[in-house]
């Protein structure tokens, strides 16, 4: 097995770990010089860790779902996907510096334009005339200037960015509140094909199956703005 496996395996472990979220594993991770000593950690060493008590001590000594770890590296490979680690060089080095970073993201298409300098272009799904204007002109203007659209693959804004971003040829990141192999919505799963096709890439924090519960978008919010330089709201209610 080589150590690129075993460390990604240490991490999705830590990833089904209930009560291990995004802030716990990274302190683990700037404990250690490398992700495989996690495992061989002591429960003292442990509790030492900001963030870690008692019982996320022992639920971790007494981790066993290693076959569920191996299942899930599988169902990734089969669909297509790979997996970036926080604990990885070429993780988007933008998204590592907000106050919760994901532990582990799906990828399909180029992972590299996760880390092109870039600007959120987002809104609203029910939008007006001058709304969708307005998304194309900004984000053509970005997309000339060589800067890569993120935004969430969502009706309304959201698609016309990806579209506008594709028409100017240039790179556009799209982030699902849903599993890898659960495109939402549904409609724009061709959408999606052409992000990977050109170059870009289609990504999430959720497991394959994961549906796109209402909660999740929220989450993925931070991911679109963590990668990048800035967010431009085109048009949104009062509650967006």
Known sequence: ????????????????IPGFGCRRVYNLIRQVDDP???????????????????????????????????????????LGASIITLADDFYPPLLKQIYDPPVLLWVKGNPEALSKPGVAVVGTRNTSAYGRNMAQKFTEALAKQGLCIYSGLAYGIDAIAHKTALATNGPTVAVLGSGINWIYPTKNKPLAQQIIDAGGAVITEFPPDSKPDAGNFPVRNRIVSGLSHGVLVIESGIKG
């Open 1 to 16: 097995m080589t150590k690129n496996k075993k460390k990604l395996r240490v991490l999705i472990a830590l990833s089904l």
């Open 36 to 78: 495989e000593e996690i495992f061989n950690l002591g429960k003292r060493k442990l509790r030492s860790v900001e963030g870690i008590g008692e019982a996320s001590a022992l639920s971790l000594l007494s981790f066993d779902g290693w076959d569920e770890v191996d299942a899930l590296i599988a169902k990734t490979e089969n």
